[in-house]
């Protein structure tokens, strides 16, 4: 989850450094877009720590098994991550590559391979987290209040 702050985070910086009005809207985009949606990864995962007892990643694998109603939440959260429509992130970073590639046409290459990884990695945290074996240590646990749910409504829905 942190590494996609730093990535998002990159190309804010790049976005407001440019000096035009697309780094601008797109950078104060960003910065709301990723603000909601990495704390509510966040708040994901503490929600996983407080039902498994582990920050593992393998301990806390095939999540979807054990709590598959926050397994919508882990998609819709991690999609919006990877600036899927209809997100925030994906206004941000479309007015964000705009500016970037405006300024310099030598950071079309940098861009692609900065986007592409970032969304990769976020691919691979939801899919090794709730997919895959579940640990044999652990049978069952509760699957969610509607606190959370409304706490990750308001994450997602800005």
Do not use: D
Request: with cysteine; net charge positive; aromatic share 18%.
């Amino acid at each position: 989850i942190a590494y996609s702050s730093v990535a998002h985070m990159g190309m804010v910086l790049g976005g407001i450094m440019t000096f035009n009005y697309w780094g601008f809207c797109g950078s104060f985009m960003m910065m709301i877009a990723h603000g909601l949606c990495s704390s509510g990864l966040f708040c994901l995962a503490n929600i996983s720590y407080e039902r498994m007892n582990s920050r593992s990643m393998f301990m806390n694998k095939g999540l979807m098994n054990l709590m598959p109603s926050m397994t919508l939440w882990w998609f819709l959260l991690s999609s919006s991550n990877m600036a899927a429509p209809p997100s925030m992130n994906l206004m941000g970073e479309i007015s964000l590559l705009n500016s970037l590639i405006s300024w310099t046409w030598v950071s079309i290459l940098m861009l692609m391979l900065l986007s592409f990884f970032s969304a990769v990695y976020t691919l691979f945290l939801y899919s090794y987290s709730q997919h895959g074996k579940i640990y044999s240590g652990k049978f069952s646990c509760s699957s969610g209040y509607v606190r959370e749910y409304l706490l990750l409504f308001l994450h997602w829905f800005p």
